[in-house]
Protein backbone atom coordinates (compact mmCIF):
# COMPACT_ATOMS: atom_id res chain seq x y z
CA UNK A 1 0.00 0.00 0.00
CA UNK A 2 1.30 3.63 -1.06
CA UNK A 3 1.16 6.46 1.26
CA UNK A 4 -0.44 9.85 -0.14
CA UNK A 5 2.04 12.39 0.05
CA UNK A 6 -0.23 15.18 0.01
CA UNK A 7 -2.94 15.61 2.20
CA UNK A 8 -6.71 15.42 1.91
CA UNK A 9 -8.44 18.40 0.71
CA UNK A 10 -11.63 18.39 2.21
CA UNK A 11 -14.35 19.14 0.18
CA UNK A 12 -17.22 21.15 1.74
CA UNK A 13 -19.01 19.31 4.14
CA UNK A 14 -18.57 20.49 7.84
CA UNK A 15 -17.28 23.97 6.32
CA UNK A 16 -20.76 24.63 4.38
CA UNK A 17 -22.52 23.84 7.61
CA UNK A 18 -20.28 26.34 9.10
CA UNK A 19 -20.68 28.90 6.87
CA UNK A 20 -24.34 28.32 6.64
CA UNK A 21 -24.71 28.52 10.24
CA UNK A 22 -22.68 31.32 10.43
CA UNK A 23 -25.48 33.27 7.80
CA UNK A 24 -28.38 32.51 9.45
CA UNK A 25 -27.01 33.42 12.83
CA UNK A 26 -26.13 36.93 11.03
CA UNK A 27 -29.52 37.69 9.32
CA UNK A 28 -31.28 36.64 12.59
CA UNK A 29 -29.06 39.11 14.71
CA UNK A 30 -29.26 41.97 11.96
CA UNK A 31 -33.19 41.70 11.91
CA UNK A 32 -33.11 41.38 15.88
CA UNK A 33 -30.51 44.14 16.96
CA UNK A 34 -29.90 45.84 13.51
CA UNK A 35 -26.26 45.87 11.81
CA UNK A 36 -24.50 47.88 13.97
CA UNK A 37 -25.30 46.06 17.22
CA UNK A 38 -23.89 42.35 15.90
CA UNK A 39 -20.36 41.32 17.20
CA UNK A 40 -18.36 38.16 16.27
CA UNK A 41 -18.94 36.86 19.83
CA UNK A 42 -22.57 37.22 19.46
CA UNK A 43 -22.63 35.62 15.51
CA UNK A 44 -19.97 32.37 17.34
CA UNK A 45 -22.44 31.90 20.20
CA UNK A 46 -25.70 31.82 17.97
CA UNK A 47 -24.16 30.14 15.14
CA UNK A 48 -22.51 27.68 17.92
CA UNK A 49 -19.07 27.95 16.43
CA UNK A 50 -15.77 29.08 17.74
CA UNK A 51 -15.13 33.09 17.29
CA UNK A 52 -11.97 32.39 15.96
CA UNK A 53 -13.09 30.60 13.05
CA UNK A 54 -14.87 33.93 12.41
CA UNK A 55 -11.97 36.12 12.85
CA UNK A 56 -9.97 33.95 10.58
CA UNK A 57 -12.27 34.46 7.81
CA UNK A 58 -13.49 37.58 8.09
CA UNK A 59 -11.47 39.77 9.98
CA UNK A 60 -14.16 41.75 11.76
CA UNK A 61 -18.05 41.86 11.95
CA UNK A 62 -18.12 45.17 9.25
CA UNK A 63 -16.50 42.65 7.06
CA UNK A 64 -18.38 39.64 7.29
CA UNK A 65 -21.83 41.78 7.25
CA UNK A 66 -20.60 43.37 3.70
CA UNK A 67 -19.48 39.84 2.45
CA UNK A 68 -22.77 38.16 3.75
CA UNK A 69 -24.71 41.19 2.02
CA UNK A 70 -23.16 40.42 -1.20
CA UNK A 71 -24.02 36.66 -0.72
CA UNK A 72 -27.64 37.27 -0.27
CA UNK A 73 -28.28 38.71 -3.65
CA UNK A 74 -26.05 36.16 -5.65
CA UNK A 75 -23.56 37.99 -8.74
CA UNK A 76 -23.61 34.82 -10.18
CA UNK A 77 -27.16 34.16 -10.72
CA UNK A 78 -28.42 34.77 -14.53
CA UNK A 79 -29.96 38.10 -15.57
CA UNK A 80 -33.60 38.54 -17.33
CA UNK A 81 -32.16 38.00 -21.04
CA UNK A 82 -35.72 37.81 -23.26
CA UNK A 83 -33.82 40.09 -26.35
CA UNK A 84 -36.36 42.86 -25.11
CA UNK A 85 -33.81 45.14 -23.16
CA UNK A 86 -37.01 47.23 -21.61
CA UNK A 87 -38.47 43.74 -20.10
CA UNK A 88 -35.01 42.77 -19.01
CA UNK A 89 -34.57 45.68 -17.01
CA UNK A 90 -38.00 45.79 -15.52
CA UNK A 91 -37.78 42.29 -14.42
CA UNK A 92 -33.95 42.93 -12.85
CA UNK A 93 -35.42 45.90 -10.86
CA UNK A 94 -38.28 44.21 -9.93
CA UNK A 95 -35.83 41.45 -8.64
CA UNK A 96 -34.27 43.79 -6.76
CA UNK A 97 -37.24 45.55 -5.09
CA UNK A 98 -38.77 42.02 -4.05
CA UNK A 99 -35.13 40.82 -2.91
CA UNK A 100 -35.13 44.30 -0.68
CA UNK A 101 -38.71 44.17 0.45
CA UNK A 102 -37.83 41.20 3.00
CA UNK A 103 -36.96 42.77 6.03
CA UNK A 104 -33.58 41.16 6.43
CA UNK A 105 -32.32 41.63 2.71
CA UNK A 106 -32.87 45.69 3.38
CA UNK A 107 -30.74 45.48 7.01
CA UNK A 108 -28.00 43.06 5.72
CA UNK A 109 -27.54 46.17 2.68
CA UNK A 110 -27.38 48.77 4.97
CA UNK A 111 -24.82 46.80 7.32
CA UNK A 112 -23.31 46.01 4.00
CA UNK A 113 -23.05 49.66 2.88
CA UNK A 114 -21.99 51.24 6.59
CA UNK A 115 -19.33 48.33 6.87
CA UNK A 116 -17.50 49.56 3.16
CA UNK A 117 -17.45 52.83 4.59
CA UNK A 118 -15.71 55.45 1.99
CA UNK A 119 -15.09 52.22 0.02
CA UNK A 120 -17.55 50.74 -2.52
CA UNK A 121 -19.37 48.10 -1.54
CA UNK A 122 -19.45 44.37 -3.15
CA UNK A 123 -22.98 44.53 -3.14
CA UNK A 124 -23.14 47.92 -5.26
CA UNK A 125 -19.69 46.85 -7.15
CA UNK A 126 -21.77 43.68 -8.29
CA UNK A 127 -24.36 45.87 -9.60
CA UNK A 128 -22.09 47.90 -11.48
CA UNK A 129 -20.72 44.64 -13.29
CA UNK A 130 -24.77 43.98 -14.14
CA UNK A 131 -25.55 47.43 -15.28
CA UNK A 132 -22.70 47.35 -17.32
CA UNK A 133 -23.88 44.42 -18.66
CA UNK A 134 -27.35 45.63 -19.27
CA UNK A 135 -25.40 48.84 -20.87
CA UNK A 136 -23.78 46.64 -23.48
CA UNK A 137 -26.62 44.84 -24.90
CA UNK A 138 -27.61 45.57 -28.57
CA UNK A 139 -30.28 48.63 -28.26
CA UNK A 140 -28.64 50.02 -25.39
CA UNK A 141 -28.67 54.01 -25.50
CA UNK A 142 -27.43 54.10 -21.87
CA UNK A 143 -24.13 53.74 -20.13
CA UNK A 144 -23.62 51.17 -16.89
CA UNK A 145 -23.59 54.83 -14.85
CA UNK A 146 -26.64 55.66 -16.56
CA UNK A 147 -27.91 52.41 -15.53
CA UNK A 148 -27.13 52.67 -11.72
CA UNK A 149 -28.30 56.56 -11.27
CA UNK A 150 -31.73 56.39 -12.72
CA UNK A 151 -32.69 52.41 -12.11
CA UNK A 152 -30.53 51.17 -8.90
CA UNK A 153 -30.15 54.05 -7.04
CA UNK A 154 -34.06 55.24 -6.58
CA UNK A 155 -34.53 51.85 -5.50
CA UNK A 156 -31.70 51.37 -2.94
CA UNK A 157 -32.80 55.05 -1.45
CA UNK A 158 -35.83 54.01 -0.78
CA UNK A 159 -34.49 50.71 0.87
CA UNK A 160 -32.02 52.48 2.83
CA UNK A 161 -34.63 55.96 3.69
CA UNK A 162 -37.71 54.57 3.13
CA UNK A 163 -38.60 50.90 3.06
CA UNK A 164 -41.88 50.92 3.86
CA UNK A 165 -42.24 52.72 0.10
CA UNK A 166 -40.99 49.84 -2.09
CA UNK A 167 -44.70 48.27 -2.16
CA UNK A 168 -45.19 51.24 -3.97
CA UNK A 169 -42.63 51.17 -6.43
CA UNK A 170 -43.25 50.63 -10.13
CA UNK A 171 -40.25 49.10 -11.77
CA UNK A 172 -41.14 50.48 -15.09
CA UNK A 173 -41.14 53.81 -13.73
CA UNK A 174 -37.53 53.90 -13.26
CA UNK A 175 -37.01 51.32 -16.91
CA UNK A 176 -39.00 54.46 -18.90
CA UNK A 177 -37.01 57.30 -17.28
CA UNK A 178 -33.75 55.39 -18.22
CA UNK A 179 -34.57 54.77 -21.59
CA UNK A 180 -36.38 57.72 -22.52
CA UNK A 181 -33.72 60.11 -20.94
CA UNK A 182 -30.86 58.42 -22.28
CA UNK A 183 -32.61 58.19 -25.98
Not at 38 to 45: D, F, G, L, N, Y
Not at 92 to 110: C, D, F, G, K, T
Not at 144 to 151: K, N, Q, Y
Amino acid sequence: MVAESSPRRRTGGRSAVVLMSIRKAVEELIAEQGSDAVTIPMVAERAGVNHSSIYRRWGDARTMINDLATYRLDPDRGLPDTGDLRADLTAWAQELISHYSVPVNAALLRGGAAAAGESESDCLRDRRTEAAGFAARPGSNFSGDDVIDRLVAPIIYRVIFLPWTLSEVDARTYVDELCNRSA
